[in-house]
């Protein structure tokens, strides 16, 4: 069993819609999680990043982590065309090595 | 502020070579990070330098090798070279446990 799972996908929504995307994972000492956005062919692009349970907001993403059910979420509220990408979600026990899920592609139609 | 820099940006080489890929990361940023994504397997950790010093090292084989000079720059080596390691190689530049990704370097092994 993986140590993060996430569902590649792809998820296919909408314009404007809201997107819901998802990790589980296994290991109870991490710290800290992060997502990531990845367009094709490029580096992974730092979307959210949170240290505690709770929800966290920053313009149309809303990052939101689960401890007690080793569950975070990601969700894109008004989904753009431009947001079409892989999104990564990545997590740490401490120190700069990050544990990442396998990436969900999402497609948003306009 | 410029971004991590990451060189070559792409590279051919066959099996039994050596190669050396370089990390430049943001100006302040002492800490590099280093993964090797693959369609396969995803985002996997090689290791981590803070200060000329590794952190932290992944379950990589001891052909995959690094170092960083004292202004921070990063270079990673990958001795006889295997089918195998054709991947993306992208370098992190830390700031606390915030993780700034490059372009990253796409390897190709014949």
């Known amino acids: 069993q993986k140590e993060v799972e996430q569902d590649p996908g792809p998820l296919s929504v909408p314009e404007g819609a809201i997107v819901s995307l998802n990790c589980t994972y296994s290991?109870?000492?991490?710290?800290?999680f992060m997502w990531y956005r990845q367009y094709s062919r490029k580096g992974p692009e730092l979307l959210m990043y949170?240290?505690?349970?709770g929800n966290k907001e920053d313009g149309r993403f809303t990052a939101q982590v689960d401890k007690s059910s080793k569950y975070i979420s990601l969700f894109i509220r008004d989904s753009q065309p431009s947001d079409s990408a892989t999104y990564l979600c990545?997590?740490?026990?401490?120190?700069?090595?990050?544990?990442f899920g396998a990436g969900t592609i999402l497609r948003v139609k306009s | 502020k410029a971004g991590v820099t990451q060189t070559p940006r792409y590279l051919i080489k066959t099996r039994g070579q050596q190669v050396t890929l370089s990390c430049s990361p943001i100006?302040?940023?002492?800490?590099v990070s280093w993964y090797q994504q693959t369609p396969g397997q995803g985002l996997q950790f090689l290791f981590e330098?803070?200060?000329?010093?590794?952190?932290n090292k992944g379950n990589f084989p001891g052909r995959f090798s690094g170092r960083q000079f004292s202004n921070s720059r990063s270079e990673m080596n990958v001795s006889t070279l295997e089918l195998g390691d054709s991947a993306l190689y992208l370098c992190?530049?830390?700031?606390?446990?915030?993780?700034?990704f490059g372009p990253g370097t796409r390897l190709l092994v014949l």
């Open positions: 990545a997590m740490g026990e401490y120190g700069n090595k990050l544990v």
């Open positions: 290991n109870s000492a991490f710290q800290y």
């Open positions: 949170t240290y505690s349970s």
């Open positions: 100006s302040g940023h002492r800490s």
């Open positions: 330098y803070f200060s000329e010093t590794q952190r």
């Open positions: 992190a530049s830390n700031l606390g446990e915030t993780q700034y």
